[in-house]
């Protein structure tokens, strides 16, 4: 907190540049004062409420509905179930390409998962849908669901994750492992995660005719837009979304799930706006997750501790009728040198909703072993851990053989392992104990996330007042967008951040592309410092082409704009307004768009990643096996830093995410039904603030001249890569018992170990 107020008091030197400034969030003061409406808080006059009726099977038919019983009651105003669902104009199966990904939407009586749609009752009120959704009282033909790691035969997924190969590797790691002085294999599991941010999916849905007028949390308008005017047969210009606001997303939000569309099918078939709000169980099988893994990673050394081979082999579970694939061994391709590096996935279909993109998905997945596994051979080895990773990080990417863009990882260990303490850790584990005889464990885990970006658009005006506009359809999840995108804003039209008007979070606008990948800030960030950039030319035109302007003659490349002012580059003295400019041509207000796409050459040229270490310090009862970790500090690399009070958020919302894979996060899937038996957040645990004491994220400086023009990298799934793994390294150095099975429950440290 001091550190952040002490940034905070430096604002004021800076003047001129808004980039960098560690700004509040601009939408703090609406968030806390309950101003910033949500989806879920909009009542259009009229509306009605719908609430979706969901299997409690994982596999079978609904062989029967109840619909008069739901009907007779006096709220209801209808039922929708698969025998009268008005007609889509595309099949919600049909797949056309690989991320558009199936959905429930009432088009049969199968069920192919637990909380699966199987109707929609909407009526007067939220009391009566919910009441006329049990009145439903469904019966099935049950059958046997099949569930978990070992459901089916596997096979060798087409791709994994967003379209990675699914096996590749460099050289031989059987005769590396052959050739190892030292050898370790393990095998690590990591539970099903189900997204649960604090904001449910919602919608609230009005029709005028063809037109379509939605409230609801959206992490991609654009590709919302798309996907519903295909189901609607309705063009994406008739559809108007709103998002300003969203209570997290985390990747659940990418792509409009099932149950959104279901609130616009509802508000079609009634003739009125309908709102549709998903119980917290209901988020639970139709709006992604994060699958489990099962890993088997074999690593060799030479007798110095140097990496020969890694074989990171993958099993995961996908849906029965759809694709996507858990990419857990891609994180052994980027991160440690070996001669020999071998990396596969195979899966099993088992009767679950789609498992999907959850915040670093494969990438903390795929950490978790990967940084277990070089703990473990570190130990062999008998190195310290962090010396072990000194040793081993790779200087180019080992599968591509790429050489990164920029890599400060280094500067991270050094930076970190300081700041912790780390030097002063015994190599042995069940060394240290605090007063009150509690047993401390120290671990380290490296951090690194790809660094992408995809298509955005912006649009930019400065007009004659002197104020500027900029337009995009971005997303602020709650990570500070509108705020980090605002501070670009303003520096690329050379204004004062309160001169600036920031639009955002609505689908009329150019398109920013997905809020995903961690690419957002580079992407739309991108698109809106070409747009003041193309603003600024066309206002600097005007000044140097005529005689009356003191900056006649300097020629575009030859001004710099700031502080609402054009001044001549080589001559700061000679300066004109905007205002100036504008009122002189005549123009009530200037105009510009840009536009952002990843860098083909540079992308072939260069790895491109973010990097950081994590230190963990965990304390554990040596008589109830209780974990408690206590202290967490992460030194990152990850570019130029756009608002380090939110880019520090981000990361330890990260490293947070990191601590509850290890430690807390699974959903419990009952093997007989297929049911998530804790599908609430009573007993779905995540970390509350008595779980995290202290964290803390150092930013390591970076300058990235490839990444992209403004050097930007992500900062959002990073902080749970490396995290994950220091805690669980943290826990064996502790107690000197190591659980292969994530999270570590203290049942499983016991079991393994009566402490
Ligand atoms: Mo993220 S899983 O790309 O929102």
Redesign the pocket.
């Known amino acids: 907190m001091a550190e952040v107020a002490r940034m905070q008091a430096s604002t004021h030197v800076r003047h001129g540049s808004n980039v960098g400034q560690p700004l509040t969030r601009r939408d703090g003061v609406l968030k806390v004062t309950g101003a910033a409406r949500y989806a879920a808080d909009h009542h259009p006059v009229g509306m009605l409420y719908a609430v979706l009726a969901v299997s409690t099977i994982a596999r079978g038919r609904v062989a029967f509905l109840d619909v008069a019983a739901a009907k007779a009651h006096p709220g209801v105003v209808e039922v929708i179930t698969p025998a009268n669902r008005p007609a889509l104009a595309r099949d919600p199966d049909e797949k056309s390409d690989p991320f558009t990904f199936r959905l429930d939407l009432l088009q049969s009586d199968r069920v192919r998962y637990v909380n699966q749609p199987i109707a929609v009752v909407i009526a007067e009120t939220l009391e009566a849908a919910t009441e006329g959704a049990t009145l439903l009282a469904p019966r099935y033909d049950i059958e046997p669901a099949r569930v978990g790691l070992d459901a089916a035969e596997s096979f060798v997924p087409p791709a994994v994750g967003p379209g990675y190969p699914a096996e590749e590797h460099r050289g031989d790691v059987g005769a590396g492992l052959a050739a190892s002085a030292k050898t370790i294999a393990a095998t690590y599991e990591t539970a099903a995660q189900y997204h649960n941010p604090m904001e449910p999916h919602a919608i609230v849905a009005a029709w005028d005719g063809d037109t379509l007028s939605i409230d609801t949390p959206s ?1 991609g308008l654009a590709l919302a837009q798309v996907r519903l005017a295909g189901l609607f047969g309705i063009s994406p210009a008739d559809i108007h979304i709103r998002s300003p606001f969203l209570g997290g ?3 659940c939000k ?1 792509m409009i799930s099932g149950p959104q569309v279901l609130g616009a099918i509802a508000a079609r078939a009634v003739g009125r706006p309908v709102k549709l709000v998903l119980r917290r169980e209901q988020m639970f099988g139709p709006v992604g997750h994060r699958a489990t893994t099962r890993q088997t990673l074999r690593l060799g050394t030479d007798q110095d501790g140097k990496l020969l081979a890694l074989d990171h082999r993958t099993k995961t579970v996908s849906s029965t009728f759809d694709d996507f694939f858990e990419p857990a061994s891609a994180a052994s391709r980027t991160l440690y040198a070996s001669a020999a590096i071998a990396t596969s996935h195979e899966a099993v279909r088992a009767d679950i909703g789609t498992p999907l ?5 494969g990438e903390a997945t795929g950490s978790i072993a990967l940084e277990s596994a070089v703990d473990e051979m570190a130990h062999a080895c008998g190195m310290d851990p962090l010396a072990f990773r000194l040793e081993n990080y790779a200087e180019v990417e080992p599968m591509s053989g790429k050489p990164f863009s920029s890599k400060a990882l280094r500067e991270c260990y050094a930076k970190g392992a300081a700041r912790f303490g780390w030097e002063r850790r015994p190599l042995a584990p069940r060394q240290m104990r605090d007063r009150d005889g509690f047993l401390v464990g120290w671990g380290v885990g490296t951090a690194t996330f790809p660094a992408l970006m995809f298509a955005g658009n912006a649009r930019a005006a400065l007009r004659r007042d002197g104020s500027g506009v900029m337009e995009i359809g971005a997303h602020d999840m709650g990570q500070g967008a509108w705020t980090a995108l605002a501070q670009i804003a303003a520096d690329a039209l050379g204004l004062d951040i309160d001169q600036l008007e920031f639009r955002s979070g609505t689908s009329d606008l150019p398109d920013a592309g997905i ?4 690419a957002h800030t580079a992407t739309a960030g991108l698109a809106i410092h070409n747009a003041g950039a193309d603003v600024i030319a066309r206002l600097a035109e005007l000044a140097t082409g005529d005689e009356r302007s003191p900056l006649f003659g300097a020629g575009n490349a030859g001004v710099i704009a700031r502080g609402g002012r054009l001044f001549r580059r080589d001559d700061i003295s000679r300066s004109e307004s905007f205002t100036d400019i504008l009122a002189r041509a005549g123009l009530a207000h200037i105009e510009g768009r840009g536009t952002s796409a990843a860098d083909p050459v540079a992308q072939a040229d260069y790895a491109m990643h973010s990097h950081g270490a994590v230190f963990a310090e965990v304390k554990v009862d040596p008589d109830l096996g209780q974990m408690r970790v206590t202290r967490v500090v992460g030194a990152f690399a990850a570019g130029r830093i756009i608002n380090p009070r939110m880019v520090q958020s981000q990361l330890q919302g990260g490293m947070i995410w990191g601590v509850s894979f290890a430690l807390h996060e699974q959903a419990v899937v009952d093997p007989r039904s297929g049911r998530p038996m804790n599908a609430n957040l009573a007993e779905y645990h995540i970390p509350v603030n008595a779980d995290v004491p202290s964290l803390e994220a150092i930013l390591v400086e970076e300058h990235d001249p490839h990444v992209n023009a403004l050097g930007i990298k992500g900062v ?2 990073v902080g749970i890569t490396g995290t994950a793994g220091a805690v669980a390294n943290a826990v064996w150095h502790a107690t000197g018992v190591r659980v292969r099975k994530f999270p570590i429950t203290l049942d499983r440290l016991i079991e393994r170990h009566p402490m």
């Not at 993109?357 to 998905?361: D, E, Q, S």
């Open positions: 992490q997303g985390f990747g990418g993109f959850m915040r670093a998905p809020a995903g990948g961690s959002g799934e």
